[in-house]
């Protein structure tokens, strides 16, 4: 038995798994452990089950000597220094393909509410507002015959532009055009490029002008591909015509953040993987790859080496 490191509750079939193979010690607090309090969960820990909150660098690396095998509950690892664990001969595991429909579900989710205006409409009834049928209120923006361009069209870009063809758009995609050509053409922007050195405020202030007037960003993968100082001052100046967030920057955002304050902007709280059943299987993919870590067999997803 291996001491295992988690760090958080996760209340999912395949944590018993892992219980029943491994000595597992949970970080039973409802937000991320604090920098000092991961460091003392990992000081003795073979295996580590992290989370996306959980900064894991370099020197959280050398505050667990022990440390033979990471477990990422993320496709993403932009929150793990992959080069530092390489470094070390440690392989990290992450969790791909299980998450794949349901954060392209959201990120359509998001297009429709957005184009349509879902939110200020449902604000609109529950304020008492809806009087009689209004020709020309709440209009939105037609979706069908528009066109998405696909940001990173990787597992799920791909499976977000299944959904458009379903709905008639014309989908174009940054492999096969310039970035800037992309955002002069499309009605919609659909974010899905990993978060590097590169890609970070990928959508700045240039590419925001780039945008059409009426066109819609929606980011279903990590909030710092966006400058959202340059954002929030779009949607101000009415240069697009929305946005819809599942992810920010930080997360989670407060309340009182200035980008809350723009008009046609939804923020959702990086729900994209979340359904019950792909939690579930982001769970199990997680403990399989900890545990064939620990073993030394070759992990099924690894993100590193
Ligand atoms: C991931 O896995 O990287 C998503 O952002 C959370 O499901």
Do not use: Y
Not at 84 to 111: E, K, M, N, Q, Y
Not at 128 to 134: D, Q
Not at 160 to 171: L, P, S, T
Not at 179 to 188: S, V, W, Y
Request: net charge negative; hydrophobic share 45%.
């Amino acid at each position: 038995m291996a001491r295992v490191a988690l760090t958080r509750i996760l209340p999912f079939p395949a944590i018993d798994r892992l219980r029943e193979v491994h000595d597992v010690t949970v970080w039973e607090g409802p937000e991320p452990p604090p920098e000092d309090a991961l460091r003392e969960l990992v000081r003795d820990a073979e295996g580590l089950l992290c989370l996306l909150t959980d900064r894991i660098d370099g020197p959280l690396l050398e505050a667990a000597p022990r440390l033979r095998a990471i477990s990422n509950l993320a496709v993403g690892t932009d929150n793990v220094d992959l080069e530092a664990a390489t470094a070390r001969g440690i392989p990290v595991g992450s969790t791909p393909d299980v998450l794949t429909d349901a954060t392209a579900d959201l990120a359509f989710a998001l297009l429709l509410a957005s184009a349509r205006r879902l939110l200020p409409a449902s604000r609109a009834v529950r304020a008492g507002e809806w009087v009689t049928w209004e020709p020309a209120r709440w209009l939105g923006d037609e979706v069908t015959g528009a066109t998405l361009g696909i940001v990173g069209p990787g597992r799920i870009g791909r499976a977000v532009a299944r959904r458009a063809e379903g709905f008639g758009m014309r989908v174009i995609d940054s492999k096969a055009m310039e970035l800037d050509e992309l955002l002069e053409q499309a009605d919609f922007v659909s974010l899905h490029v990993p978060l590097t050195d590169d890609t970070r405020h990928l959508i700045d202030a240039g590419a925001l002008a780039r945008m059409k007037p009426t066109a819609h960003l929606v980011n279903t993968g990590r909030g710092p591909l966006v400058d959202q100082d340059a954002l929030a001052a779009a949607l101000h100046a009415g240069t697009i015509g929305g946005a819809a967030l599942d992810v920010t920057d930080p997360e989670p955002l407060p309340a009182d953040h200035p980008l809350l304050e723009a008009p046609n902007l939804i923020v959702v709280p990086h729900v994209g993987s979340a359904t019950h059943a792909t939690r579930e299987r982001m769970a199990a993919m997680a403990v399989d790859n900890l545990i064939a870590g620990l073993d030394g067999a070759p992990l099924p997803h690894r993100a590193n080496g």
